[in-house]
């Protein structure tokens, strides 16, 4: 060892294991603490010593002594040296270590909160609709009996990337799983009983084919079977969707008198029918002109009761594979069609042009664009002579 301070305590240099140390040499008569302080540091070491060397001269040797001795205080010094750590620093570490653990242990399990989740969009301020607190409900039962008794706080994002690529659905699902799993977390952060979201920085790839949509012969078929008598009360729900490109559900909740301004060709939907809880409002197209004036003396505009018993009815005599959200799929195809404008279907449909490009639009030909917009009641009717 090479002595680089010669008054006590002393500061040694050596080297071990290829890296060099500084022992500051704390051994004294009457001195009952550690023996030796070990640093990486050799302006460190040299400053240490200095300020013992100055405390025990103003207070005494007494304010630097440990009660008791333990050998393991100087072999944990020598092993934190090694890092630039001192014990001190060995402890506070492990107490905020211990912290989060107790934390953890002490945090509510999952399936508690999601129960509080669901009662809480339930009962909260802003109220949901009926089919968006549906689909909560769902997804907490699922999230339920896949996590079980875990607690909010073991889950981090390596688990959830687990949960996601061990369930057997389609990519689409999958984010649709992520983003509930996400709006629970960030719920768990505001109520505090997290603080941080473990969802939210998974990336799901999703691979995206052409939109599908109704060629003109189905729409025909679609349209001539709402016409039947035993559909007839659906006709104008089918149209809606088909040349309005409304909503389904929106469309279910629409009436005569609130939303169809036969006078002026306008379609309104008030806030509280719209999936957006935006208002919108749009001139009709001919096509949904005719169709609609074909209906005005059938009420109301939608029959009332379960649409989805009405819908299957309506479908059971057609032979052709359904799409889901075909009808407005189909609409916007045919719209852009014609109008090249994502601007307009925007203000139609309700959706950003982002939305309606990635999920709507679909390729249609030309020789098909004028096909679809002739589809009216009587082109149906003549067809039906022939």
């Known amino acids: ?16 294991t290829g890296n060099t140390y500084f022992q500051v040499d ?72 211990f912290e989060k653990e107790r934390q953890v242990k002490e945090s509510p399990h999952i399936s508690e909160l999601l129960s509080v989740w669901v009662n809480d969009k339930t009962s909260g301020l802003k109220k949901l609709r009926p089919r968006s607190l549906k689909s909560i409900r769902n997804m907490a039962d699922m999230f339920k009996a896949d996590f079980g008794m875990v607690r909010i706080k073991e889950i981090d994002q390596a688990k959830i990337e687990d949960y996601l690529a061990k369930k057997d659905v389609s990519d689409q699902r999958r984010e649709n799983i992520r983003n509930y799993l996400s709006q629970f977390f960030n719920w768990s952060i505001k109520k505090k009983y997290h603080d941080q979201n473990p969802a939210e920085g998974i990336e799901i ?6 939109p599908g949509f109704f060629s003109v012969e189905q729409c025909i078929a679609v349209m001539r079977q709402s016409m039947k008598k035993e559909h007839r009360s659906m006709t104008a729900y089918v149209a809606l969707c088909l040349f309005g490109g409304v909503r389904p559900d929106e469309a279910a909740r629409m009436t005569w008198e609130a939303n169809v301004k ?89 959706n950003s042009p982002g939305i309606i490009e990635r ?28």
Request: hydrophobic share 35%; glycine share 4%; charged share 30%.
């Open 205 to 210: 790839e999703i691979s995206r084919g052409s």
């Open 1 to 16: 060892m090479k002595t680089i301070r010669i008054d006590w305590p002393k500061v040694r240099q050596y080297v071990k």
């Open 262 to 350: 036969m006078d002026t060709q306008e379609i309104f939907l008030q806030v509280d029918i719209t999936k957006t809880k935006k208002e919108r409002i749009f001139k009709m197209s001919n096509t949904l002109f005719e169709w609609l004036d074909y209906c005005e003396e059938i009420k109301p505009l939608v029959p009332p009761g379960n649409m989805q018993n009405r819908r299957v009815r309506l479908l059971k005599g057609l032979s052709l594979p359904w799409i889901a959200d075909g009808l407005r799929h189909t609409f916007a195809t045919f719209h852009y069609a014609k109008h090249s404008s994502f601007e307009e279907l925007r203000k139609v449909m309700g």
């Open 359 to 386: 999920f709507y639009k679909g390729s249609i030909s030309c020789s098909e664009v004028g096909k679809f917009w002739s589809i009216t009641p009587a082109s149906i009717a003549e067809s039906s002579k022939a």
């Open 26 to 97: 704390l051994r004294r008569k009457h001195y009952q603490g550690p023996r030796w302080k070990n640093f990486t540091d050799r302006q460190k070491a040299l400053k240490y010593a200095s300020e013992i060397a100055e405390k025990v001269a103003k207070q005494g040797l007494s304010n630097i002594s440990v009660v008791g001795k333990d050998p393991r205080i100087a072999a944990w010094s020598e092993q934190l040296a090694m890092y630039d750590k001192t014990i001190e620093q060995a402890i506070e570490a492990a107490l905020t270590t």
